[in-house]
């Protein structure tokens, strides 16, 4: 049976610089008239086109092999606030600012542990994201009221349950 390729792109605001473009790569501006030609060709179905279909369909996994996601546990991650330059660890606090050692970058206190607890809840989702959580993430670095703070002012809710309150 033979077999046509073809490499489409669909994104809009991709651009393929090439001397000559290949048959087979389908630019975005050429996707929809590439669908109708497909819709306007006659086809006979076979016997053994139906049974390669078969074939195809029984062969279909509903399980995604690459979301399978390395497990990891905060207990075991190496905590700090980490230089958004260089993605060093080696961060000094001093004055308000967060200088990385090694790429010389500086940032705001405010603005590297707002960072810190972006890639906090990316990393965990299900974590309840709490002043102590952040203190312990920032490799207990910062203080906690600046952590409160940051928090109080980023966050949309805060659940104040006394000892145990947290942020959404």
């Not at 669909?10 to 630019?27: A, M, Q, R, V």
């Not at 497909?38 to 279909?60: C, E, I, R, V, W």
Request: proline fraction near 5%; hydrophobic fraction near 40%.
């Amino acid at each position: 049976m033979p077999i046509q390729y073809f490499v489409v792109f669909i994104n809009p605001e991709f651009t393929l610089y090439l001397p000559k473009p290949h048959k087979s790569i389908i630019l975005p501006t050429q996707v929809n008239p590439f669908i109708r030609k497909l819709a306007a060709t006659p086809a006979k179905l076979t016997a053994s086109d139906k049974k390669l279909a078969d074939l195809l369909m029984s062969l279909h996994k509903e399980e995604d092999p690459y979301s399978r996601l390395t497990f990891y546990d905060f207990s075991i991650l190496e905590k700090g606030i980490v230089s958004s330059c260089c993605r060093s660890l080696a961060i000094v606090i001093s004055d308000g600012f967060c200088t990385c050692t090694k790429c010389g970058y500086k940032e705001e206190i405010d603005s590297a542990v707002l960072r810190s607890i972006e890639e906090l809840r990316l990393l965990f989702p299900d974590l309840i994201i709490t002043t102590i959580g952040v203190y312990q993430w920032c490799g207990e670095t910062v203080s906690k009221k600046t952590i409160r703070r940051v928090l109080k002012q980023s966050s949309n809710t805060f659940i104040n349950k006394r000892r145990w309150s947290y942020f959404e």
